[in-house]
């Protein structure tokens, strides 16, 4: 608890007690001859007293000799909040964040730092030095009051320290266009309904390392409301959102070029920006699977409208959301790979193996939705990326899953009549044997082993209970290490005195002697 007069400080330290001192109560409870300074009290303080030290102040206090500095402020409409009015009146006050919420309870028998010192005088000394600044604006009270403030005022200014705060306000500002180029990244991006929250901007990497060097600023809400006029905060889905103010132009840099490039080469350079498209938090997509992107996250205001009024491109999807407008997508990468040249391949591919005509393994390979689902994903990456790559080891395992499958329903069809290659895909597929052996093949490439066959020959002899295969268990390599058994009848076979000799050298080898 603080108190102030016109030149001291208290500061009442009173954790774990329940109970006021009879002289602080004879205070708080004094008449119209005391006026006490408050700032906000009905906010929390008022519950604090009851609930602490079952102090009431409703039934105890004179209502007439406690001023609200807050109430004063608002009447004569003057911004509320210390911080605020001792910006309104030009006084040097400090409120540093990381002191404020520094852990004030556990400081025990060693007290409170002398920043926490500091802080807390600062809050009781200005708290009576605002009522006196605040007075002196009308409405005037009555002259009792003024002249108590004449008296005291030249002293309390003298007590005021000039801080030099540019360092603090040059990490303010710098943060405050980090932040506001990230909330701009990121009201743009995927999913974020136009806005972004707190817990997303600390996850933006300029953000986090702006916050590491920018100590004690703190990016939270009181921060961005702070910049109110950079910054629009609001609640939705019970969390604080954030986004920029609207501007009231929106300049269009690149309009001229825009306007002078014909459809094609327009439509071109947003197929280009679609495909250098990457989420502002790093967020991975999945294998060859494009995004939506909202067309203003790669697009200006000018170059949105044109677009829409473009011819249709099969190279670019577009859709349309309540939050984010029009979303585009990249149907067709501007370098990808050729995919019917991938779809021929694979069609031969599959006829050589299964001495099968073209018109049937092209068929099998349509018919196959997995095969279907990676070959339709060629078309969105680009060519020699890692992408590509990834999709083609992909079909590459679902054409020798067909191809093998052709050869089980061959095998299985002397055992189970009427067995269909579709029912043995189906069946290869559970077991985890075969899809292991697969792996290995087509990572490490050479010749179908004797695994093959004997994977192949537990499914035949279970089938369908496939999934009862287990994989064949392989013996453990010799490691070169006799066993205990086989160590002991050597030391039984060996004269002592080598024994010995050996046993102190294997210490001295251990001990590094």
């Not at 109430?71 to 540093?96: N, S, V």
């Not at 500002?173 to 929250?197: E, Y």
């Not at 189906?426 to 490490?444: D, F, I, N, Q, T």
């Amino acid at each position: 608890m603080q108190f102030a007069c016109w030149d001291t400080v208290l500061l009442l330290r009173v954790p774990n007690c329940s109970e006021l001192p009879p002289w602080l109560t004879q205070f708080l409870e004094s008449g119209d001859d005391v006026v006490k300074v408050t700032a906000s009290f009905g906010v929390a303080d008022k519950r604090k007293l009851q609930r602490s030290f079952n102090w009431d102040f409703d039934a105890k206090a004179v209502h007439t000799s406690y001023w609200d500095i807050a109430e004063l402020a608002a009447a004569r409409e003057i911004p509320q909040g210390m911080l605020k009015m001792a910006h309104h009146f030009e006084i040097p006050f400090q409120k540093r964040k990381d002191v404020g919420a520094s852990d004030w309870e556990s400081a025990g028998h060693k007290g409170l730092t002398a920043e926490q010192r500091e802080y807390a005088a600062n809050d009781a000394f200005f708290q009576l030095y605002l009522l006196g600044r605040l007075l002196q604006v009308p409405p005037l009270p009555e002259k009792k009051l003024l002249d108590s403030w004449d008296a005291i005022s030249q002293k309390m200014e003298v007590s005021l320290k000039r801080v030099d705060n540019a360092e603090y306000y040059n990490k303010f500002m710098a943060l405050r266009d980090v932040i506001r180029d990230a909330v701009d990244v990121l009201s743009r991006a995927l999913g974020s309904d136009g806005c972004t929250n707190i817990n997303e901007l600390k996850q933006f990497k300029s953000v986090q390392a702006a916050l590491k060097s920018m100590a004690p600023v703190q990016l939270n809400a009181h921060f961005l409301r702070q910049n109110s006029d950079v910054f629009v905060c609001f609640f939705r889905d019970g969390t604080l959102r954030v986004r920029l103010q609207s501007s009231e132009s929106d300049e269009d840099v690149d309009g001229t070029e825009t306007a002078e490039q014909d459809d094609a080469t327009f439509l071109e350079k947003v197929q280009e920006s679609l495909a250098a498209y990457r989420h502002p938090t790093g967020k991975k997509r999945k294998l060859g699977e494009p995004l939506w992107v909202p067309a203003r996250a790669i697009l200006t205001r000018a170059q949105v409208e044109r677009f829409e009024k473009s011819p249709e491109n099969s190279s670019i999807e577009t859709s349309y959301d309540s939050e984010d407008g029009m979303l585009l997508r990249l149907a067709r990468h501007p370098r990808a790979p050729d995919d019917l040249e991938y779809m021929d391949e694979h069609i031969s591919k599959l006829s050589r193996n299964l001495d099968i005509d073209v018109e049937d393994a092209k068929q099998r390979l349509k018919s196959d939705e997995k095969f279907m689902q990676f070959w339709s994903l060629i078309r969105s990456v680009e060519v020699n990326s890692e992408e590509e790559r990834a999709i083609s080891r992909n079909l590459g395992a679902r054409t020798q899953i067909l191809a093998d499958a052709h050869h089980l329903a061959k095998r299985l069809s002397s055992e189970v009549p009427e067995v269909s290659w579709q029912e043995a895909r189906e069946g290869l597929e559970k077991v985890p044997w075969y899809r292991h052996l697969l792996g290995v093949y087509l990572s490490e490439g050479g010749d179908r082993n004797q695994d093959f066959e004997e994977c192949f020959a537990a499914i035949v002899r279970v089938w369908p209970d496939v999934q009862s295969v287990q994989a064949k268990r392989k013996a453990k390599p010799e490691s070169g290490k006799p066993s205990k058994r086989s160590r002991q009848a050597l030391v039984d076979s060996m004269p002592c005195g080598k024994f010995e000799q050996l046993t102190s050298l294997k210490l001295h080898l251990l001990t590094g002697s």
